[in-house]
């Protein structure tokens, strides 16, 4: 049991990693992005938030209000 909950973070690691690397070689996904790199890291986002999605859900949490927190958050450290 405890290794199906943590199966979701390792798709999310996986993804990020691969965000990161995309980072490192200054890929970017904007209009004038190569359509293969854009391709890549929309595909990667949305794996990793997929999987921190059913972490938080197989955890008990809601990543809905978690998420809403955290922007909360970053507005009231910005000053926003």
Same mark, same amino acid.
């Given at each position: 049991a405890d290794e199906q909950r943590g199966a979701p973070l390792e798709r999310a690691t996986g993804s990020l990693d691969a965000l990161a690397e995309a980072a490192r070689r200054g890929s970017t996904a904007g209009p004038r992005a190569d359509p293969d790199a854009r391709d890549a890291i929309e595909r990667a986002l949305g794996e990793a938030l997929l999987a921190m999605v059913e972490a938080a859900r197989k955890l008990g949490a809601d990543p809905e209000l978690a998420? *809403? !927190? !955290? !922007?909360? *958050?970053? *507005?009231? *450290?910005?000053?926003g």
């Open positions: 998420l *809403r !927190a !955290a !922007a909360d *958050r970053m *507005r009231s *450290r910005s000053g």
